[in-house]
């Protein structure tokens, strides 16, 4: 098998965080400020092989945003090793760093916030090209911009045009043209059709496979949404509370999903076809990521559960499909029924 454009190895990443709170007034109204830390990545490994999609599912704050922000060296580990074409990437400087930004480019959620507002769309993206073909001249730059505002479907003068006066859809176009200025090999998109209209999120999706197609990007795509998971991902990482349950590719996952979160979130789609699953209501309180978890993350939630849940963490395991799941209950054969 060749080697995988990515590689994520037992990454952890926690932040400290502060919290301050006053005592009551009886007890001298006195400031105090507690440090704790939040774990939000806990030992996951992962892959991304060269031309897929990889989609990263799961709830608010199981940690997806800061593995896109580990990949793209916006924040370090504190353990664990990344590695691009075989390269370490997680201790690099700024001046290291910026041989991957050509190869590795960012998609955000909010178009808007990430595009600066003081500057034309030819100024944006004259920038990011710049920086990147120190040798071209005007002419080749100006000649690069007006093909790329017409490859993600912007017409030329939007090039003098500031990005408030665009709409959502399209300022998430200029997003993408200004990742595919430097032409990259992978694009890290976190979550870059939430913001925007369904009908709009769909021009959006449809755009980034005929560019995956045209250019052999590749893709790790962070969603919500699992219409989007569905029609796009080659494979999907489900994720729950920094951990890695499940990863298949998407039609196993849809088909015969195995930890029992993953059972759950797809439960709750409604299908056309026959696939429907029975839907799992699950009770319990989301653990919170303020304490490193003991055992299964997800064992207080899960109705499988049994002692060795708590006490020891379940790693990924191959199955005879190819997925891999991270469940004792899985390993074991425990069922619904
Ligand atoms: N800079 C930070 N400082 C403190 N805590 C942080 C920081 N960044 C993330 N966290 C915490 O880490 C956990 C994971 O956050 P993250 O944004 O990665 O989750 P997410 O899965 O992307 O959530 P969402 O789907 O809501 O965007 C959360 O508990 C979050 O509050």
Known sequence: MSEPLVRILQ???SFRTR?????PRMFGGKKTSLASHVYAINNVSLEIERGETLCVVGETGCGKSTLARLLMGLAQP??????YQGQRIDQLNDKQRMRYRKKMQMVFQNPYASLNPRMTVYQILREAIVLHHRDWDRHQVDLFIAELLQ???LSKDAEDRYPH????????RISLARALSVEPELIV?????AALDVSVQAQVLNLMMDKQQELGL???????????VEHFATRVAVMYLGRVCEVAIRETLFKAPKHPYTQALLSSIPRLDNLTLEPIHLS????TPLEKPVGCSFCGRCPLANQRCYEQIPMLELQADGSQVACHAVAEGRSWK
Do not use: C, M, N
């Not at 590749?218 to 989007?228: G, K, Q, R, S, W």
């Not at 319990?284 to 653990?287: F, L, S, Y």
């Open 11 to 13: 990454v952890e990443k």
């Open 19 to 23: 919290s301050e709170w006053r005592w």
């Open 78 to 83: 504190d353990a664990g090793v990344i590695e």
């Open 151 to 153: 490859s993600v479907g």
């Open 165 to 172: 006066e665009f709409s959502g859809g399209q300022r998430q």
């Open 189 to 193: 998109a976190d979550e870059p059709l």
């Open 218 to 228: 590749t893709y790790l795509f962070i969603t919500h949404d699992l219409a989007v």
């Open 284 to 287: 319990g309180e989301v653990p």
